[in-house]
């Protein structure tokens, strides 16, 4: 059968934004007395804004002490920070292998979907000059976040595409979960020990060994 879409996630896929995370978040945590460290941070990728929220403040054993408009407001002033750590990035940011991959898939006419938790990923990709290779960008407001199906699904049907004949692409354990529970082709980039435990089919350490060619030999699709 014909592989009919690639679902990429973003952060840890197609650029390294983790880092402006950690740094945003950091900054919020550490005036409410809670400390991070890069290991926590690890334990964010690919979660929710508000989820990794909850995640900090459990951590500091502080998830009673605030209301929801404080806890809005603290995400808010973390997205603030986040935001304006992005105009640092360029299309020199953009992770190896990604561009060939897209140029043949556009060849091919596959359509490439971004599957990304990030709200903010409409403006990563147009600092990437990438935002024209994205045939939808899915939009994760008010979905169910990663282990969730759910931003797989709706990005398989804007294209019309059937999930048995979809590949996706994530670093993150939950995001790996996400593709299965989604019925896809899971292929993981990172730590093969992690990712395969979640179920990923295939897993490379790094987007620069991702080739089209092997991917489909992989899913088992022309
Ligand atoms: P935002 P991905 C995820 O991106 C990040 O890995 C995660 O750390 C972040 O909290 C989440 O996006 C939401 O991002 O605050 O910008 O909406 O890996 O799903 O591309
Ligand atoms: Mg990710």
Known sequence: MKLQAVLFDLDGVITDTAEFHYLAWKQMAEPIGIEI??????????????????????????????????????????????????????????????????????ELQIPAVLTSASKNAPQILSALRLDERFHTIVDPDGMPGKPAPDIFLKGAGAVGADPAYCIGVE????????IKAAGMFAVGIGEKGLLCASGADIVFESTAKLNLTALLKAAKLD
Request: aromatic letters at 6%.
């Open 37 to 106: 460290d890069h290991a926590f941070n690890e334990r964010l990728k690919g979660i929710s804004r508000m989820e990794s929220l909850e995640r900090i403040l459990a951590h500091g054993g502080k998830e009673q002490q605030y209301t929801m408009e404080q806890k809005q407001r603290l995400a808010a002033d973390k997205n603030k920070h986040y935001v304006s750590l992005l105009t640092q990035l360029t299309p020199e940011h953009v992770y190896p292998g990604i561009p060939e991959l897209l140029d043949q898939l556009a």
């Open 171 to 178: 670093d993150a354990q939950a995001g790996v979960e996400a």
